[in-house]
Structures are given as C-alpha cells and as structure tokens.
C-alpha cells in the first residue's frame, strides 16, 4: 500500500492544496510525532490508513451507526446522498441557526494561510480550503478519526468550528482538551450545543447546555462570545413534533416511526426565529446555544 499523503493530477486544485497543507501538520494520533509523508508512526507504531485522499485513524464502527433506529436511517442517507444531506436539513430541519453565524467566522480568517478545520463536520463542506474531520467515512471527510485523538500536531491550527457535536460525546472534556492542543496560541473556535432539543442519536445523545453551563466547559480557553445559536421557536417545534407523533401513534412505535416526518411540515414555523433568537431573554429557552472562544497567546 502507498502510504504517502499526495493526491492524484485528478484532483481538483483547491483539494489539492488543502491536502498539500494537511500534510504539513500530520502527526500521530497517539504521540504526536510528526507523520512525514507516512500514516505509520515511526516512533510507536499506530497506524492508520489511505483511501484515495481520505485518511483513516479510528473513527465509528458500522455497528455503531446502527444501534438507533433513526440514525440508521440518517446513515443510508448520509452516505448515498452525502452532498444533498445538508440541504435537506436546512429544509426539513425543525431548526433554525442563526444566519451567518459560521460563514462570518470562516471569512474572519485568510483561508489561504489559516490551517482551519470542522471538527465533526458530518456531510458539511463548507468551504474547500478547510480540513473535515468526522468519525464517519462520508465522501467530504478528509480525516476519519476519534476527535478525542487527532492526528494533527500541537499548535498547528488557526482555528476551527464544531457544531451541534459535543451532546454527542461521552466525555466532552476530552473533545475540548484536544481542541486546545492542537490551535495555535490565539487560535479561535466556534462550538454550537443544543439546549431545548429532544433526544437525536448520531450516533449517541448525552447531554444538553444552558448558557452559564456551556461557558464553563472551556476553562481552557478566553471566551469571546456566547449568545443564542438557535432560538426559542426552533426548540418548540421540534418539541411539539416529537409530543405530536407520539399522541398520533397510540403506543406503537412503528407507527411513531411513521407519523414523525409528517409532522416536518410545521418545520417552516422556525423562521419565526429570525426575530425570536435576538429577543432578550432567548436564552430562557433557545433550541441551542453557540459560543466563540480563543486560545490564550
């Protein structure tokens, strides 16, 4: 097997380079020595593996992503439509995210020059000069790895966004610690979490956060800004579907199963939180919550 990091002519030019710049930071998930032109560390062994451009360290088993009947569904969907997953969501979701919240923290970086990445990016690309990293092997993924043990070196990132991931996660502070260590000094992060949202495996749920309990997950970090991700009318709805397909279905969760998207047309009502999310006590009962935080210098 080829284990160098270079991709093929075929390639387009922006992936190109961002694969060229990722290779730069490459080091081993478990020390951190760096990774030259190699995915075996020469210092103790680990070893991930190519595909194509896609690297793999770790990252979910098949078994995993089947344990919740949903997230089966949303696995088929993820990986045969990966590219049109992200916009079915934006539809269909009951979810409204604040509007250029994550666009207006990319482009306050020269992508160019900045190694930034979406830790937990799922099937989101947004834009061609940052690093995906999942623990899902979906087509846009660059790295498939354990957030928790990222081949990536210390310092060797300007910033990064992770949205709608650490409810996700077991152990939250092991996820925030690496993010910590590998941004530069002065490196920023946006984190999205949800608040009022009901259970969603993907493929675990744990945990949810208020404002003040979301600002001290990052005792770490200088936080910059923590307001409303996602308003008050986006945690009702979603609420009041789950509440209606279960009155709907009588007891049968097979019927519960079949009943719940129906009730995705009152997903629309969201964009009432084009105005709600900036109303002063949003944070009573906001569908989530997002927060920008630095690394100190």
């Known amino acids: 097997m080829n ?42 062994g680990t070893a991930g593996r190519r595909t194509g451009a896609q690297l ?10 089947k344990a919740d009947a949903l997230n089966r569904v949303k696995e088929f969907v993820k990986t045969r439509f990966h590219k049109l997953y992200p916009t079915a969501i934006r539809v269909l979701s009951p979810v409204m995210d604040r509007p250029g919240a994550i666009s207006g ?23 061609e000069r ?24 210390d310092d060797s990132l300007a910033g990064g966004v992770s949205i709608a991931v650490l409810e996700h996660v077991p152990d939250p502070a092991a996820h925030i610690a690496e993010m910590h260590r590998v941004l530069r ?8 979490v949800p608040f009022m949202q009901p259970f969603h495996a993907s493929p675990y749920d744990f945990q949810r956060y208020t404002e003040v309990g979301l600002k001290e997950q990052f005792p770490q970090f200088e936080v910059l800004s923590l307001k409303p991700g996602a308003g008050p009318t ?4 979603w609420v009041f579907q789950e509440w209606l397909a279960m009155l709907l279905s009588f007891g049968s969760t ?4 079949l009943v719940l998207p129906l009730t995705w047309i009152l997903s629309p009502l969201k964009l009432l939180d084009l105005i709600m999310v900036h109303h002063p006590m949003a944070a009573q009962v906001a569908s989530g919550f997002i927060i920008e935080v630095r690394k100190p210098a």
């Open 3 to 44: 284990d160098t990091i270079v991709d093929t002519p075929a390639v387009a030019p922006a992936a190109l380079a961002r694969h060229a710049r990722l290779a730069e930071v490459l080091a081993c998930p478990s020390c951190h020595h760096p990774l030259r032109d190699t995915v075996v560390c020469p210092q103790c």
């Open 105 to 127: 923290f990319l482009k306050s970086f020269d992508l160019d020059r900045d190694l930034v990445a979406d830790f937990g990016c799922g099937t989101h690309r947004r834009d």
């Open 185 to 192: 000094p002065g490196g920023r992060m946006l984190v999205f």
């Open 56 to 65: 793999k360290f770790g990252g979910f088993e098949s078994e995993e992503l």
């Open 254 to 257: 097979r019927l519960y199963r």
């Open 234 to 237: 986006s945690g009702m709805i």
């Open 130 to 153: 940052v690093i995906c990293m999942d623990g899902g092997s979906y087509g846009n993924v660059d790295i498939v790895t354990d957030l928790r043990k990222l081949p990536l070196a």
